[in-house]
């Protein structure tokens, strides 16, 4: 609203329309929904198959009650306190399996809030290369917009990459770097398969 006033955003009041699919309610993904959740998008569907846990204290907005649950029941308990005019749901399974694949498949072609159109963007908040690639082919295949995420375990890098379908290169086009070799005290990094002078 304030941005409304400032002229930077002229049609805020359209993010009630939008829904977003956020794979992933780790650290990055669980800031990612509440910041969606307190700007008020109109819907969120969540997926993740993790519980809960201590160790997830320090960085997200679970709180101690909440050890055990499934982080998308969670986090959907949460953000419903923070918003309670969006409409959330979670999914607490593993997209890369055959059988959710295809129900993931399914909600990015008709989540939308109408329940017949697809969601406006997918967000991928995971830590793992398998569910990356999961959502990278799902979304080539359905055209659909996405945003691949991470940070580095010590916190202090991060990545950030929109893809278009058959505008932008892909997450299999554009696969992360790799560390091949150690050098006096210099990391040498190479994409697999292409070579250090491109």
């Known amino acids: ?16 329309n939008f829904t977003v699919i956020i794979v992933g309610v780790g650290g990055v993904g669980s800031v990612t929904a509440e910041m969606l959740v307190r700007c008020g998008i109109g819907k969120l569907i969540l997926y993740d198959y993790d519980k809960v846990e201590l160790a997830n204290m320090n960085r997200l907005f679970y709180t101690p ?4 649950l ?10 419903e306190k923070i918003n309670p005019d969006v409409e959330i749901e979670g ?3 593993n997209i890369t399996s055959v059988d959710h694949y295809d129900n993931f498949l399914k909600m990015i072609q008709t989540g939308s809030k109408d329940k017949k159109s697809p969601v406006d963007l997918v967000l991928s908040c995971v830590d793992n290369f398998a569910a ?39 997450y299999k086009c ?24 491109c």
């Open 1 to 16: 609203m304030a941005l409304q006033k400032l002229g930077v955003v002229k049609n805020y009041e359209d993010i009630r």
């Open 65 to 68: 009650d909440q050890i055990g």
């Open 70 to 79: 499934d982080k998308v029941e969670a986090a959907r308990l949460t953000m």
């Open 91 to 93: 999914y607490s399974y």
């Open 132 to 170: 990356r690639m999961t959502i990278n082919i799902a979304c080539n295949t359905l055209n659909q917009l996405w945003m691949e995420s991470g940070v580095s375990e010590d916190a202090m890098n991060g990545h950030i990459q929109f893809m278009i379908p058959g505008e932008t290169a892909c």
């Open 174 to 197: 554009a696969e992360p770097l790799v560390m091949v070799e150690k050098k006096d005290e210099k990391i040498v990094l190479k994409r697999e398969g292409v070579s250090q002078n």
